[in-house]
Structures are given as structure tokens and as C-alpha cells.
């Protein structure tokens, strides 16, 4: 039985990465007001709740998405 040179080689091991704890609250709370920001402008921003005042920009950019992941629109 003959071994390939594949099995023989030293293969590199997976390192974890490794983040304080209050350096996970920071990425966590980051990615919370993103997703937050990004929940808003597609499912709600509209009309009179709308930031931008009555413009249609946002609501108009983000139209397909909203159909897309079932938002009520019109
Ligand atoms: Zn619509």
C-alpha cells in the first residue's frame, strides 16, 4: 500500500478568532443598527412615516425588495 503525497503533506489547522467581549458588544450592536436601518427603509419608510419627508426616493429604491420579502406596499 502506497500513501500519495496529499495524505502526507501537514495540513494547516483552522485558528479561531478570537475577540474580547467588549469588542463582540461593539460588532454586535453594529450589525444590530445596520440591520435596524436596513429592516426600516425597506418595510417601513413610507409615506408619512417616511425620514426623508414625503419623498418617494427610499420607498421607490427599495420597491422590489419590499414585494419581495412580503411588506405590505399598496
Ligand atoms: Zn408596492
Given at each position: ?39 426600516y427603509f425597506?418595510?417601513?419608510d413610507?409615506?408619512?412615516?417616511s425620514v426623508f419627508g414625503?419623498?418617494?426616493?427610499v ?16
Amino acid at each position: 500500500m502506497s500513501t500519495t503525497a496529499a495524505a502526507a503533506a501537514p495540513r494547516a489547522l483552522a485558528t479561531p478568532v478570537v475577540v474580547s467581549v467588549s469588542k463582540s458588544y461593539v460588532l454586535l450592536l453594529t450589525t444590530m443598527m445596520l440591520a435596524l436601518a436596513v429592516y426600516y427603509f425597506i418595510g417601513v419608510d413610507e409615506g408619512a412615516t417616511s425620514v426623508f419627508g414625503n419623498s418617494m426616493v427610499v420607498h421607490e429604491f427599495v420597491h422590489d425588495a419590499r414585494h419581495f420579502l412580503g411588506f405590505p406596499c399598496h
